[in-house]
């Protein structure tokens, strides 16, 4: 059935391309697809760019960056439909631009929607099990991701990534370029090419590597990509920290397993309190990875408020009940009144589940102590989420805002 709904998709995507004139054809394409970390990834090649006066636009999950202007690109997706991302293109190049950035996911790929796209370059961050509800098998999910590199000029892979290396046979072999935190053999390591960024984190080590191969890989001098990533600031809702007084409030779109095991190891020796967690799960979405998410967040939160995060037409009671089978021993759940009294010197690992996810983040931000970190993910720049009934509007900065006053209030 799928394969069926993916001709219609290549048919659509054939159509916007004649109908737009083929506009990518005129501009040097950089896409960057994988797991996590595709969006910081695409921000930091967009950044470099820019800063070595290379005139340049950006598609990515946070909008598309056409000169001056910001475009949001929709709900919940990456790759807009052709129609909409060969208008896109189009202003691209009639905005003067040369360089375009295009983060790419596995739906986009599959469904055909950055057909007739020529990549320069292809960047893979990682591949781990995500959207398997859609593509099956990991192999299959990881069959799809190929594609990008199949059709690029160069493919730029994680070498520390054994999934990422085990898709690489179907690619020849002076195509491919490797990049790696500690590996050897790899063409960018941080040994031969040092790099510092303010950003927290193995992961974003490895990302910036990424974008330190693509811009190399595209001529760009690396005195000027170092300056570059020095002065790089992530995108919205990636490790933004929206508070910072007494305690902090930190925003990020972490929403798979690999995704937490990298951020809260990242951010765990920041935090000179309690690390207090709040997340979901979407529904109708990769069930799999429920209790694996769990289990990286019990290995480093201190409370975790489990809530809605897009769960659709599945209760999010069930959802978080099927978090929680991933905490292991040492995890209660508990009320409210029971977590506020906790003075954290017994040592209890403490949940409670608030299906309502602006209740959620309130109560998180009532609890907080001096030195305590509150840490909201899955939802970061979304402007909508889905209870059931279609998308509503969602921000969580407006929640994060709403959850000050009501403490302040309440104090």
Not at 8 to 34: C, D, M, W
Not at 44 to 70: C, E, P, Q, W
Not at 117 to 131: K, S, W
Request: proline letters at 4%.
């Amino acid at each position: 059935m799928q394969s069926v709904k993916n001709l219609y998709h290549l048919a659509q995507a054939v159509a916007a391309n004649i109908y737009f004139e083929f506009p990518s054809r005129k501009l040097y394409v950089i896409g960057v697809t994988g797991t996590d970390g595709k969006t910081t990834t695409t921000s930091m090649i967009y950044h470099i760019l820019k800063t070595a006066g290379k005139r340049v636009a950006m598609i990515s999950t946070v909008g598309a960056f056409i000169g001056d202007n910001v475009y949001d690109v929709g709900f919940h997706v990456t790759n807009p439909a052709p129609f909409a991302l060969q208008k896109f293109i189009r202003e691209v190049t009639d905005s003067g631009n040369d360089y375009l950035v295009l983060e790419v996911t596995s739906h986009g790929l599959d469904q055909n929607r950055v057909w007739g796209v020529p990549f320069a370059i292809g960047v893979l961050t990682n591949i781990t099990g995500e959207h398997l509800d859609y593509h099956g098998t990991i192999g299959e999910y990881a069959r799809v991701k190929l594609k990008l590199l199949a059709r690029a000029g160069a493919a730029i892979v994680n070498a520390d990534d054994p999934e990422s290396q085990r898709v690489l046979k179907k690619i020849p072999r002076d195509r491919i370029r490797r990049y790696a935190v500690d590996s050897e053999p790899a063409e960018y390591t941080s040994k031969s090419f040092p790099i510092a960024t303010s950003l927290q984190g193995i992961f974003n080590r490895y990302n910036a590597l990424a974008a330190f191969a693509a811009c190399r890989e595209a001529g760009i001098d690396a005195k000027i990509i170092r300056t570059a990533l020095k002065s790089f600031r992530p995108p919205v809702g990636r490790q933004e920290i929206v508070y910072d007084e007494d305690f902090r409030i930190m925003i990020d779109f972490a929403h798979t397993p690999n995704a937490f095991a990298n951020l809260l190891s990242g951010i765990r020796g920041m935090v000179e309190g309690k690390l207090i967690h709040v997340f979901g799960s979407a529904g109708l979405r990769d069930r799999g990875k429920r209790p694996e998410m769990g289990r990286e967040a019990a290995r480093r939160d201190d409370v975790i408020i489990l809530t809605a995060e897009d769960p659709r037409s599945e209760s999010a009671d069930a959802i978080a009940g099927e978090i929680a089978a991933g905490f292991g021993n040492g995890w209660m759940q508990t009320t409210r009144d029971d977590i506020r009294k906790d003075t954290g010197k017994q040592g209890r690992k403490l949940y409670a589940v608030i299906p309502d996810r602006r209740d959620a983040i309130s109560f998180a931000i009532a609890i907080a102590r001096k030195g305590d970190l509150v840490l909201l993910t899955g939802k970061s720049h979304e402007k909508s989420i889905n209870l059931g009934s279609g998308e509503e509007p969602w921000d969580e900065f407006a929640a994060v805002r709403d959850g000050l006053k009501g403490r302040k209030t309440a104090g």
